[in-house]
């Protein structure tokens, strides 16, 4: 019953609010159930690239129908969150794709305007 409420309140807050982050153990659960890509999004405090990812783009109504559909989203920072394996980075922020079975799909080292996030999402939801 937790999970069904859970999903409910997952998918009610990513249809008419900001991006819906969860933790990286029920992100592989969820895209397990339902077919999704796994966004990692690696970042850091006082990061400008990180912010202008959070504030501009992820605000962005193309970007956010797009997450919301096809991706479950993973926000860990690296100086105060466990990173799991695999899960690397030269700077902030970094993006790793995972697929329903943790297989890396793709990865973004650095900011990217929203046009291009989107084209690389797009991309993405055809390579799952």
Not at 111 to 118: C, I, R, V, W
Request: proline share 2%; glycine share 4%.
């Amino acid at each position: 019953m937790k999970k069904i409420v859970l999903l409910i309140t997952f998918f009610a807050t990513s249809l008419f609010a900001d991006l819906t982050w969860v933790k990286y153990s029920e992100a592989l659960k969820i895209a397990k159930e339902q077919n999704k890509i796994v966004m990692v999004m690696l970042s850091k405090e006082g990061c400008p690239a990180c912010e202008y990812m959070e504030d501009i783009v992820f605000e962005n109504e193309k970007v956010m129908k797009a997450v919301a559909k096809d991706f479950i989203a993973v926000h860990i920072d690296i100086h105060n969150d466990y990173i799991p394996s695999g899960l690397t980075y030269i700077g902030t922020p970094t993006f790793h794709f995972l697929n329903k079975y943790e297989s890396k799909l793709d990865r973004i080292d650095g900011g990217l305007n929203a046009k291009s996030f989107l084209e690389k999402l797009v991309e993405l939801t055809e390579k799952k």
